[in-house]
């Protein structure tokens, strides 16, 4: 079974609430009928029930059917008001240090990406999913604001799943940090290390460059060297090697003519970029050329599951990643389930000895 057949078989035994804030994209709505057909989450949709009806019966979606298994919030409504005034004074407690006025709080949660993203912090949802309409900063500004990052990790970064005929790599970062140093560079590995575990994923990691080991010279370069080093001297566990050119990363039989000593053997799975530009760059190439498809960008490090889209995504990569997103999810609260286990062991033992 591949990887994403996986994915989709965890996420169909105990799907997940996912808001959708764009809830008239068609693309969205076409995914929606697709994601409740297959059982991979609980998606609710924000917005008046009449609009949403109406964009549903413009491209074709099965309407009622999909809105009998679907939740949509009319956020804005009369109808909604106890809920939307408890979020405005929940977001006021939140960025009360940024001096957040109960109006600015409510003028913000006007904005369906404001909204949602409360939804998740506040436990309505369980993720949220959008970007199919919204640039990636629009969706990150307000998770940043409001959901804030995991302890673990020092920054977000986004990752993509990259799907080809035989073979599934991941990519990162593709959608955050622009040029990022030598220890941002370290983070985005580990970060990116554990989202491939939680995703099934056994990571090898391959810092990427236009160099292998040495047959080149230039600052960038040593950038790379040092990021493989603060991850081996942080997490000695971990399989990286860099900085190695992209054929020498991931073809066994370059790898061995170019650096034969490389612990990774051309069988990397995982890939760094150095700079935004070219994570970017590369991702958009192997999706349109190889025809590969590109799920994500999966934004790591927050502490809870807000994933973004590519504006150029399909129908099939927004399915696709609400799979992923209720498999972070349920991950998630297996997480949270043996930490408390862990706690209520140690105060059974620390009654018992005193």
Partial sequence: MDFLKKIKKKANKNPKRIVYPESTEPRTLCAIEKIVKLGYAKPILLGSLKNITFAMKKVGVNFAYVLKKIDVIDYL??????????????????????????????DLLKDPMYYATMMVRLNDADAMISGAAHTTAETIRPALQIIKTKKRFHRVSGLFLMELKDKMYLFADCAVNISPDSTVLAEIAIDSWHTARELGVKPKIAMLSFSTKGSADHPDLRKIKDAVKKVKR????????????????????????????SNLGGKANVLIFPYLSVGNIAYKLVERLAHAEAIGPILQGLSKPINDLSRGCTVNEIVDISAVTTVQVQDLEKEAKLKSKKIKSKLKLKSKIN
Avoid at 84 to 94: A, G
């Fill in 234 to 261: 942080k997490r000695p566990d971990i399989i990286i090697d860099g900085e190695l050119q992209v054929d020498s990363a991931i073809v066994p039989s370059v790898s061995k003519l170019k650096c034969p000593g």
């Fill in 77 to 106: 409504a009369e109808s909604n008001q106890i809920s939307f005034k408890y979020y405005i004074s929940e977001l006021c407690k939140i960025r009360r240090k940024k001096g957040v006025t109960r109006k600015i709080a409510a």
